[in-house]
T-cell receptor
């Protein structure tokens, strides 16, 4: 199957700093990428949908100024958590898709804000 | 409100038995429903997709059913093995675009040797 790579796989940052997470589709061009967050023992919650070259569409309750998404190319989307706080600590997962039937997930990024 | 619920948080079964997981939803009319496997600390891995006009789909030891009247999908693992232990998530294509999904609450399956 298609490969989606996230970087970094884990990151620890100080409260108030910003963190960027990359999501790359390695062997296909992703017209759409999705960002999810997952708290311990909970399911994935869709944060936003991004299409290459256009602004991301955020789910209700997700602060677009806090979670900046850039989808500058067909193989790369980035999520920047700005002014991170301990409550932003979570598992962030991206998925990428080129078709209408399947999305491929990255391995996730564990963010810990101290 | 819109909900996607899976039958239980945790399910324990004996090796060799069939595991049956349930996904129930309300207020959606999805064109697609997918099942994923997620291991601790990893992203979900796609298992099966079933369309609204399909009643059943099989892949090796896996079987999925989709009842749009009951708004329910059942996910079966036959001849279960300890390696099947993981969290299983159902996901609905709620916008009918084919790739934008909302996930269920997940069921943690443990297969006991």
């Amino acid at each position: 199957g298609a490969v989606v790579s996230q970087h970094p796989s884990w990151v620890i940052c100080k409260s108030g700093t910003s963190v960027k997470i990359e999501c790359r589709s390695l062997d296909f061009q992703a017209t759409t990428m999705f960002w999810y967050r997952q708290f311990p023992k909970q399911s994935l919650m869709l944060m936003a949908t991004s299409n290459e070259g256009s602004k991301a569409t955020y789910e209700q309750g997700v602060e677009k100024d806090k979670f900046l998404i850039n989808h500058a190319s067909l193989t790369l989307s980035t999520l920047t958590v700005t002014s991170a706080h301990p409550e932003d600590s979570s598992f962030y997962i991206c998925s990428a898709s080129w078709s209408n039937t399947e999305a491929f997930f990255g391995q996730g990024t564990r963010l810990t804000v101290v | 409100s819109q909900k996607i619920e899976q039958n239980s948080e945790a399910l324990n079964i004996q090796e060799g038995k069939t595991a049956t997981l349930t996904c129930n939803y309300t207020n959606y009319s999805p064109a697609y429903l997918q099942w994923y496997r997620q291991d601790p600390g990893r992203g979900p891995v796609f298992l099966l997709l079933i369309r609204e006009n399909e009643k059943e789909k099989r892949k090796e030891r896996l079987k999925v059913t989709f009842d749009t009247t009951l708004k329910q999908s059942l996910f079966h693992i036959t001849a279960s093995q300890p390696a099947d232990s993981a969290t299983y998530l159902c996901a609905l294509d709620v916008t009918n675009t084919g790739n934008q999904f909302y996930f269920g609450t997940g069921t943690s399956l443990t297969v006991i040797p």
